[in-house]
């Protein structure tokens, strides 16, 4: 703020100049916005561009074909077959080990050092990047144990790349339940685990649940680690056991986008399509369900 | 040498004429075959799998692309049962899949006369001689330039795209035309994808790339062949050249490896036998030139 | 749960019944243990998944640093491990994955702070219950459509504007991965901006500030640490991006400042040499886990830094 001070007689000459500061408080907020806005029109931008390619190769015939050398031909059955099967392997996976996980450190780990190591560890492996996940999976699942390039090592990679956000948003779900609703099953008389039975956990099983969707969500689009489990490149058939070999929609989409023809690009961006509705639906379901099981406590 | 009928020489002279036989009987089968190999060979193996899956739901056949040293690696450990080459088998692959109880049956299915392509842009080159290709191919090769290339080329970036060393078509270019197997510059994109290849060639202007025939055929609108010049005259592949061996020194048989105790299984003979009585046609389809009706006949004989 | 109460009441009174009922809690308590034992093993297995994260990755590597020496590793500058003469310098990998990181760091960060800035500051509820969940959606789009925009929208725009841009170049894929972070650098600014109390608002409000001045002198800088915090994760997940730069930036390992150039990141590397399969024991295999260990341990020291900076310099109000 400018002010000249008259040493004689001790009076502050104060110079607003308001208008001039709220234009730039103006200009400001138009900078923000429009970088918001800039944010929206992206997404916008790139959903329009996508439909633009992929409308007009959507049907059922694209539901149902396998891939194919011949763009008219092509589909995506066995992609979305083995999404199926992973994502559902993977929740398989994952569900137990996280939700155990989350109730061991929110309810019965001692606040000492290994609790912190193991707090801090989780929120390190959720920044890993995800093919370094692929080089474990590939290293662990399908060489060490020899699962083979199957859905069970691929889920299991999946399982261990979602774990921390399993674990994570479980935790906030069980924090969230209020102490006194522990205090009062304990009581009562019931133990430790009665009360996270038939109390604590069913309050916290809607938030636990919603993390779970989100989870299965960003596994949904993973396509490095699985490409490193073993991305063969053709594959018309769908998994009849968990240790068959496979392909996930990512994986097909960007084996298309990989070709150099526009038939191909355009059959990549209906597969987006079908990805993104998958991916709507299930955050669509996640929203839901929160909403709708939410117990007033 | 390797113990294998990859000379250039002999295939052009017993290539005379093509037809294609057809014909075998169904019983329900049920497995798994897994095939893996050369990105060059991929289209014809991705034709006939597509075709065969359609009619055999119960066979599951997965076709990998991991060049055709990847597919020997898999292959020589079991872990594929056929394998797709561009080149013949090596003695040491060949040891390594004898040392693991493997015993490859080697099974050549066309010829493909392995091209060299430019961008459409570009309008100075249609030809390029052996030497020329060899001075920008060979390793430490400091040309950048299409005018290093021939007096009066404009000076053009020359970008170079190429298969990856686990390609068949890798060591086939540079052992005839740099004179020593895997000897190559390295600052080019290498890709065993071929359609990556493509995709490059057709985008600058002075790229250049050289991969298997079907794929110019396939996208013949984005990309422009060069003819080849060994001497005689320039040259471009095209069936009859390459059926003839005129086209020299790049045409080449292209093979499948099967393991011959992977044929003790029902599902894999099955599959070899529809191979087999498939390739003929899809060959030509897809833009290879396919070998005389006697060598698939001598084939289905073969895996019985 | 009926169970629990009959015992305890029972085993208070004391009398015939007792050894009974203490036999039941005796049961009890060895099923609780049990089943704490369980929920303990839940979290054992995410410290083992960082060991074998660890182990993987050194052991392989230990096999490559037996043939290559680290110091080659890390200061050479030609990365050429399959062709003959074999060069291990991993620089070229690093300068490209550094050169799409600044690329989208160039895209994002303004762009995301911005946005935090409005949707904390100036959003009026209505503008906020929409632009959320935009930023949510752009959050959770799988990368390989980012590839995909890049490769048949942003690179054919860039060659029209810059006509030299090789078809596969730095700038596409770092812009497509700087809109992937903006909603990270957006959400975690907001958080951050948002934890500034209340009170500072005020306080500068009191002393006559405009609500521009109070936001860019006082709420800011007070967030500064959560704001930095969230760049430099930011940073390091555009370092451990992987499907937009394979499709879209090249395999071309080179050293080099020019974005429209075609370039190779670590983790392109990684994917394209498990796409071409090399086996067991080969050189070119360790390849991946001695690139795969270095990319670890950078994203692993810059997400440690930015926690570091969370808690270090963290305005502490009372």
Redo the contacts between chains.
Sequence with gaps: MSGAVDLRSGAVEFDVRLGRRKLKGEIFLWVCFAATAVAVVLLAILLVDIMRQGLGRLSVDFLSNFPSRFPERAGIKSALFGTIWVVAFTGLFSFPLGVGTAIYLEEYAPKNWLTNVIQTNIANLAGVPSIVYGVLGLAVFVRAMSLGRSVVAGAATLALLILPIVIISSQEAIKAVPPSIREAGLGVGATKWQTLQGLVLPIAFPGILTGMILALSRAIGETAPLIMIGALTFIAFTPNTPLDEFTVLPIQIFNWAARPQAGFHELAAAGIIVLLVALLSMNALAIILRNRMRKQV | MAPSIRLPVVFPLLAWLAGCGGGGSEAEVAG?VHI?GSSTV??I???I??EF??AH?SI????????T??GF??FC?G?AEVADASRGIKASELERCRANGVDPLEFPIALDGLSVMVNPANDWADCLTVEELRRIWE?GSAITSWSQVRDGWPDEEL?LYGP???SGSFDYFTETVVGQE????????????D??L???V???RGSLGYFGHAYYV??KD?LKLLAIDDGAGCVLPDSQSVRTGAYRPLTRPLFVYVDRLALERAEVVRFMRYYFTNVCRLASE?GYVPLPAGQYEAALNAIE | MSDGLTATAAASRGGPGDRRRLAMSRARAWRERGIRGVLFACGAVSILTTVGIVTVLIWESIGFFAEVSPWEFLTGTTWTPQFIPRHFGVLPLVAGSALVAVGASLVALPVGLASAIYLAEYAPDRARKILKPVLEVLAGIPTVVYGYFALTFITPIIREIVPRTGVFNAASASIVVGIMIIPMVASLSEDALYAVPRHLREASYGLGATKFETVTRVVVPAALSGIVASFILAISRAIGETMAVTLAAGATPKMTLNPFESIQTMTAYIVQVSLGDTPFGTIEYRTIFAVGLLLFSITLAMNILSRVVLRRYREVYE
């Design positions: 798994r893996d991929y289209p193996t991705e034709a799998v597509e899956q359609a739901a599951r056949v997965a076709v990998g692309v991991s060049g040293g990847g690696k898999k450990i872990e390793p970008v990856g060393i686990d895997d000897a190559s510059r390295a600052d080019y994109m290498a890709s065993e994808d359609n990556v493509v995709h490059g057709s985008g600058d396939e996208h984005v897809v």
